[in-house]
């Protein structure tokens, strides 16, 4: 059975950081590619981060370029998210997810977990 389980989010003052962890099991790690989504309250739940199979192609969502680096190591089957510069606007549950990636877009291939809470104080 695939599962991934998202781990590492907290409560943080505007400008700091937080090191998000994926771990995954149930399926051949680097075969896939990887991704994080968030879901901020009241809003649909959107892509942040994609790191292909043996992590030599990143890519980001405009909003966190610059501040989030995606990584893995595919010996222990996780995946990071580095989160520097948090924002208010950063603050939503963030859950990470096997995906297909193709022509930029990142479809999920698994069910959601249960996801890790990030929330950024102003």
């Known amino acids: 059975e695939v599962q991934l389980q998202a781990s590492g989010g907290g409560l943080v003052q505007a400008g700091g950081y937080l090191r998000l962890s994926c771990a995954a099991s149930g399926f051949i790690f680097d075969d896939y590619s990887i991704a994080w989504y968030r879901q901020a309250p009241g809003k649909e739940r959107e892509g942040v981060s994609c790191i292909s199979s043996r992590g030599s192609s990143t890519s980001y969502t405009e909003a966190v370029k610059g501040r989030f680096t995606i990584s893995r190591d595919n010996a222990k089957n996780t995946v990071h998210l580095q989160m520097n510069s948090l924002k208010p606007e950063d603050t939503a549950v963030y859950y990470c997810?096997?995906?297909?990636?193709?022509?930029?877009?990142?479809?999920?291939?698994?069910?959601w977990g249960h996801g890790t809470l990030v929330t950024v104080s102003s």
């Open positions: 997810n096997v995906v297909e990636a193709r022509g930029g877009m990142w479809s999920p291939l698994s069910s």
